[in-house]
């Protein structure tokens, strides 16, 4: 798959666009914090039932009601893993996580995401599922090893200066391998549901990159992932 210069160009000046939306979301407060999910929650929905109608504008009010496990949900848990602001002094299931673990999801699926595509560009030739022709297996591969790699490594070297201090590294490398795998389960679930509906994008709030849902698929199936392996685990 070659490299579109145009499309790579597009993506990457919207993509800058969107890391620092979501950095000032993500770390100026807990009210920006709230603002932004609340933003992506009633964007994922607007889209979610846009997309119903699309697949069966009959019974779209019916199937509507999985959108509370595939958006609301993981919405919440983020939620969870990202309130009391002021309190992280140490990493344990009974206490804070802080803005750390939301900043670890996001930065996983986008550095999964962006690797993914740049890998598969490059050497990629094996086509990984048919519900998207364009993923290949090399440019998955690729994005999850570097994706585990660069957060597990490199990240806990910003972390430990900006954040919380008190995280294992292991915890990093687990949650980027999660982010990866499952963020592009996420990705493979919307494209399908895309195919049914008969679109390429869920929407065109973003150029090169589609709507929310075709943005936050992945994050929306990692998510609920990653607060049960901490939940449960740490």
Not at 55 to 84: C, E, H, Q, W
Not at 117 to 131: A, R, W
Not at 132 to 145: L, R
Not at 155 to 171: D, E, G, H
Request: hydrophobic letters at 50%; proline letters at 4%; one cysteine or more.
């Amino acid at each position: 798959m070659a490299i579109n210069i145009g499309t790579l160009k597009t993506r990457a000046f919207t993509a800058l666009i969107f890391v620092a939306v979501m950095l000032v979301g993500l770390l100026w407060n807990e009210w920006s914090f709230l603002a932004l999910l609340t933003l992506v929650h009633f964007g994922c929905w607007y889209e979610w039932i846009n997309l119903l109608k699309k697949i069966d504008a009959k019974n779209y009010i019916r199937y509507s009601f999985a959108g509370l496990l595939y958006i609301t949900m993981p919405i919440v848990m983020m939620i969870d893993l990202g309130t009391n602001w002021n309190s992280v002094e140490s990493f344990t299931a009974q206490q804070h996580y802080g803005k750390t673990i939301p900043i670890v999801i996001i930065f996983s699926i986008w550095v999964n995401d962006t690797m993914a595509y740049l890998v598969g560009s490059f050497i990629g030739k094996t086509p990984f599922s048919k519900i998207s022709p364009k993923k290949t297996w090399e440019g998955t591969i690729g994005g999850v090893i570097l994706c585990i790699l660069a957060i597990g490594f490199i990240f806990p070297l910003l972390a430990n200066r900006f954040f919380n201090p008190f995280i294992p590294r292991q915890i990093y490398f687990i949650i980027a391998g999660i982010c990866a795998v499952f963020g592009t389960a996420g990705d493979l679930l919307e494209s399908k549901l895309k195919r049914i509906a008969g679109i390429k994008d869920s929407g065109s709030v973003m150029p090169g990159h589609g709507g929310f849902l075709d943005r936050f698929d992945s994050f929306l199936v990692a998510t609920p992932f990653v607060w049960a392996y901490l939940k449960l685990f740490v």
